[in-house]
């Protein structure tokens, strides 16, 4: 018996099947087909080729805004689906129940519960193409921030409001530099970097009161190398107000969306 998670990403889509310990069996990747009908059918074929065989549960992750009562995909950031009916549809394809969530919510559940520590608030933030945060409140996914957009948020820089991950995402890091993050050795660089970074989590700071935040995705994969400076510029606006968070690093900061999956496919089973 298998359980299946699908990440689907705006280039690309993972699958992913565990075995009943959580342990990824076998996944394969594959480009996401920017026409809906023919990404399903891309699903069909590549289960087929995955010899796959009886699955019993399913969760996916999607890049966007999520009608959770229909299972319905509203609107994605780099696809063109409009009220794309993603549950009932993979439903049909997988024949088992079928959870959907958003990528960012999925990733820091999983982060969440792998700390293994009794953190009541968990804000994980993942820094890649774009910027996305879930929220976690005692292991599970708050739902209302489940389809919070952080790096939508209109921020001030260099004298015009601009969007948070227009300046500050791994995309906007090789606009600016010309380099990606993994790429990067000066402290110069970085300390530019994680000014950027830190004027948006000096906000969810205020918003949310985390008691720690994870850094995952493409960017937050190198945390080490802003870690100390973003402490600093943190510190600088410290606020007895606000509670100062906890930094830390995800553990599987390019994987924590399709062990998220695994961990709500958990939750659709107890």
């Not at 921020?155 to 991950?165: S, V």
Request: charged share 25%; net charge neutral.
């Amino acid at each position: 018996m298998a359980y299946l998670g699908i990440d689907i990403g705006g280039t690309k889509t993972l699958i992913a099947v565990f075995n009943g310990d959580g342990e990824i069996v076998v996944k394969l990747k594959f480009l996401t087909n920017k026409k809906y009908p023919i990404f399903l059918e891309d699903i069909k074929k590549n289960l087929a080729k995955m010899n796959v065989g009886e699955i019993k549960s399913c969760a996916v992750s999607i890049p966007g805004l999520i009608n959770r009562k229909n299972g319905v995909a509203v609107a994605l950031g780099n696809l063109e689906w409009k009220n794309a009916p993603i549950k009932h549809d993979l439903e049909q394809i997988t024949g088992c129940n079928v959870g959907l969530e958003h990528d960012a919510s999925l990733g820091g559940l999983y982060e969440a519960r792998n700390l293994k520590k009794k953190y009541h608030k968990v804000l994980y933030i993942t820094i890649s193409t774009g910027i996305g945060i879930g929220l976690i409140i005692d292991n599970k996914i708050d739902i209302d921030f489940a389809n919070s957009e952080a790096g939508q948020m209109m921020i001030e820089h260099k004298g015009k409001l601009r969007k948070w991950e227009s300046f500050a995402s791994g995309s906007a890091i090789v606009k600016q530099f010309g380099m990606f993050a993994k790429d990067i050795s000066d402290d110069h660089t970085w300390s530019i970097i994680t000014q950027n970074i830190a004027v948006g989590v000096l906000d969810l700071m205020a918003i949310v009161q985390p008691d720690v935040i994870i850094f995952s995705g493409g960017v937050g994969n190198y945390f080490e190398k802003f870690e100390l400076p973003l402490k600093n510029e943190l510190s600088k606006y410290s606020n007895p107000l606000i509670k100062q968070p906890i930094l830390v690093k995800a553990s599987r900061a390019d994987d924590s969306v399709i062990y998220g999956c695994f961990e709500m496919i958990k939750d659709l089973n107890e």
